[in-house]
């Protein structure tokens, strides 16, 4: 159903506020059936009626134009179906702007994604934009696009994950802590990191890229020994002392993971516990590992994955160990910027995206101001009207809106409304 049709001034294409039927994933790692937020967001955007008792996993809804999980185009009033938004904003290029289409092509830069998380991803890490060209032309079925992956996760619910390398001085009271770290990359090379200081970047980076390449690096014999070691040794110690939050984590994974080389590696990563409305961010070849809870995430338009452990799926642990950048410290925490009544932006260093977050109140208004670039618009909760200067529409969870450059959008909440809007990072838009 169109809601809303804009007609250039100078006579040029029209363009429209278009709404848009997307795609599921059920990956093994996801919520089941209704108690998913992807599942009540999924089946209220399709309109199917799904058994609520599926046993299906529902993990992640894809909003955006990658040609794994397309978006397609409601239904026209003359019954037509089947567009799909990748063709429709190829048909319709101004309605990126000029300086999207300029940088990026007939494509939505961004892909906006909803997951439920009910076990841990596997550690992984997104490559780079040249790194991404030559993974995608040697192995194509494996590295779906030639793309970068910067991404960022907004807590939906409390949201549990691993991301990036602990600082240096933690570093070293987990190798003090955890004996199977030294037994399985040896004494010479663990030593390394008390022989040198943080002021040292490049000699810490180099230490920690020695120590966890070969750990990562174990064969599967020895790997489950050292797992079953610690499994053993923290199970004994737990009698006498109450185990640090990082310990309980790792025999959960061992629970969920058993004998995988991940299980141990998470020593090495921040541990990091995102209350609803918190941001975390994450650049080319930064080690991540999401491990619990719902969340809306955006991205750059890539489907990369470097796969090194905590999953079934293939691993390409030389890859992954070869490509990250070793920084170590925890990573900044988003809580977002009010630009407007009821509105709160999260603005990554990424060229390609950035997300508001609208909580309208029963009966109250806001305005999302035209931009000159592309936006999605996720309804995840309640009910309200949305009006251009147009046409007016009612919108209710479940629905997903492509909004066109140079688009503004009044909202008028009819119950307490929740959306979140995915748009081109402004300092891009904006920039000189």
Not at 152 to 157: F, I, K, R, S
Not at 212 to 241: C, N, W, Y
Request: hydrophobic content about 35%; aromatic content about 8%; glycine content about 6%.
């Amino acid at each position: 159903m169109e809601i809303a049709t804009v007609v250039k001034a100078n006579g040029g294409c029209r363009r429209r506020l278009l709404r848009l039927k997307c795609s599921v994933k059920d990956y093994a790692w996801g919520t089941i059936g209704s108690d998913s937020l992807v599942y009540k967001v999924y089946t209220a955007n399709c309109d199917d009626r799904i058994d609520s008792t599926t046993k299906r996993p529902y993990a992640e809804l894809w909003m955006g134009t990658h040609e794994s999980g397309p978006s397609y185009l409601e239904e026209d009033a003359d019954g037509s179906s089947g567009v799909t938004l990748r063709s429709w904003i190829h048909e319709n290029p101004e309605s990126l702007g000029d300086r999207v289409l300029e940088k990026w092509g007939c494509d939505l830069p961004f892909l906006f994604k909803v997951l439920s998380v009910a076990r841990p991803l596997s550690i992984q890490a997104h490559p780079d934009k040249v790194l991404a060209k030559k993974m995608h032309k040697a192995h194509p079925n494996l590295y779906k696009d030639d793309n970068h992956k910067p991404e960022m996760a907004l807590a939906y619910t409390q949201f549990e994950a691993l991301c990036g390398f602990i600082p240096l001085q933690e570093l070293k009271s987990v190798i003090r802590a955890i004996p199977e770290i030294e037994e399985l990359v040896g004494s010479e090379e663990t030593n390394q990191v008390f022989c040198i200081s943080e002021h040292d970047e490049e000699k810490v980076k180099s230490a920690v890229r020695t120590i966890f390449t070969l750990l990562m690096s174990a064969g599967p014999d020895t790997t489950k020994q050292i797992v079953f070691k610690l499994k053993r040794r923290l199970h004994m110690e737990s009698q006498e002392r109450h185990l640090t939050e990082k310990e309980r984590l790792v025999l959960k994974l061992e629970k969920q993971y058993p004998n995988d080389i991940g299980v141990i590696s998470a020593f090495f990563f921040n541990y990091i516990k995102l209350n609803p409305g918190e941001a975390l961010y994450l650049g080319a070849n930064e080690p991540h590992a999401y491990l619990f809870g719902e969340c809306i995430e955006v991205m750059a338009t890539s489907d990369n994955v470097v796969r090194a452990g905590l999953t079934s799926k293939p691993l390409d642990i030389q890859s992954l160990c070869s490509m990250l950048t070793y920084k170590l410290g925890f990573p900044e925490i988003l809580k977002g910027t009010r630009i407007r009544p009821y509105i709160t932006r999260y603005l990554p260093p990424f060229e390609e995206f950035e997300v508001d977050i609208c909580d309208l109140p029963s009966g109250a208004s806001t305005v999302f101001l035209s931009v000159p670039g592309p936006s999605l618009l996720l309804v995840i909760h309640g009910e309200g009207r949305m009006s251009t200067d147009a046409s007016a529409d009612e919108v209710s969870v479940g629905d997903v809106l492509f909004v066109p450059a140079d688009t503004e959008i009044q909202l008028k909440s009819s119950s307490d409304l929740k959306l979140y809007r995915a748009g081109v990072n402004n300092r891009f838009l904006y920039s000189l």
